[in-house]
């Protein structure tokens, strides 16, 4: 069974820095397929950043390029999310997902598995 486990969330400034980790377990994962979402109070959840091609190849939202940098550790099947820069709109829960397909990227719906999320909070 997959399981997979966010942690690294919390409450930042405006300007500040978090990161934001994802421990896959179970097979038929890779880290290579992962990606981060997120969902903000009376919003849709929308895709953040994501590996493409393997993980040869990254993918952003246009709202954090620049600012969040998206990393694995293959041997601990464990993706990151280097989040620079934080800005109030930036808030929400996010989700680790996994997917079975190389494509579809950006679609949550094309995402088999799920985190339970963890709350990223930026102050003003």
Do not use: H
Not at 13 to 21: E, F, H, I, K, P
Not at 63 to 79: H, L, P, Q
């Amino acid at each position: 069974q997959v399981q997979l486990v966010e942690s690294g969330g919390g409450l930042v400034q405006a300007g500040g820095s978090l990161r934001l980790s994802c421990a896959a377990s179970g097979r038929g994962v890779s880290s290579s397929a992962m990606a981060w979402f997120r969902q903000a109070l009376g919003k849709e959840r929308e895709f953040v950043a994501t590996f493409r091609w393997g993980g040869s190849s990254t993918v952003y939202a246009d709202s954090v390029k620049g600012r969040f940098t998206i990393s694995r550790d293959i041997a601990k099947n464990t993706v990151y999310l280097q989040m620079n820069n934080l800005k109030p709109e930036d808030t929400a829960v996010y989700f680790c997902a996994a997917r079975t397909k190389d494509y579809g990227w950006t679609y949550p719906t094309n995402y088999n598995y799920w985190g339970q999320g963890t709350q990223v909070t930026v102050s003003s």
